[in-house]
């Protein structure tokens, strides 16, 4: 019994040791390989973020076409020339702006205000107030009463004018018409209107009054 129970012991440790030897033992690889296979896992890698790249971009273009930006080099840009008139912007609404109802220009009011005749009147009879008299009612008609006093010749006041007469200061065309307008409102002959060309004038009309007023006919009218 001893003998077979060795024997089996035998058997046993035999086929231990057999199972042992036909084990190939584990090795380990070496740096090279690590490396090529690293490689290859990054290729592999790189590989699918470049296929879906390639593939996703249409889409997300097409669902976020804002974020498609095209990008232009600065010296490529230019500046397109602006219009002086500006083409007016199309309707796309389909609704018809009211027509603005053109605003017609108001034309200026013209200056009607006549100037009035500037009259300057001095006392030649020697009769107290009479040129006073006589400039309220030039200033009924509109006249424009600038001076009163006396009649002066040589610097001295002189009262012996026989004829009441007009003078023109301004010798013009128009200055003419206007002594005759008023030499008529007065009750004056035109031979009794004068012409002088003073360079500094103090009325446009000087009217001297002499002793003839009273038969004048401005004088006789209340």
Not at 6 to 24: A, C, F, W
Not at 87 to 111: C, F, I
Not at 127 to 155: E, M, P, S
């Amino acid at each position: 019994m001893k003998r077979r129970r060795r024997l089996n012991t035998q058997t046993i440790q035999r086929k231990k040791t057999t199972q042992t030897q036909r084990r190939p033992a584990h090795r380990q690889p070496g740096p090279f390989w690590a490396f090529v296979k690293f490689l290859i896992i990054i290729g592999i890698i790189a590989l699918i973020g470049y296929t879906g790249y390639k593939y996703l971009k249409p889409v997300v273009q097409q669902k976020l076409p804002s974020l498609h930006l095209s990008k232009t080099p600065e010296s490529e840009v230019t500046t397109a020339p602006q219009s002086p008139n500006p083409l007016p912007v199309e309707n796309t609404t389909g609704k018809t702006a009211p027509q603005s109802t053109p605003v017609a220009r108001q034309e200026e009011p013209q200056n009607t205000f006549m100037k009035a005749t500037q009259v300057e009147i001095l006392n030649g009879c020697g009769q107290q107030g009479v040129a006073k008299i006589l400039a309220d009612k030039l200033k009924a008609l509109k006249y424009d009463v600038v001076n009163t006093g006396n009649y002066l010749k040589r610097g001295k006041p002189y009262f012996k004018v026989s004829k009441t007469k007009m003078i023109d200061q301004l010798n013009t065309k128009k200055s003419r018409k206007k002594c005759l307008e008023l030499a008529k409102a007065i009750g004056l002959s035109p031979k009794q209107v004068q012409s002088y060309s003073n360079p500094n004038p103090i009325a446009d009309i000087t009217i001297v009054i002499g002793q003839d007023y009273k038969k004048l006919p401005i004088f006789q009218r209340k």
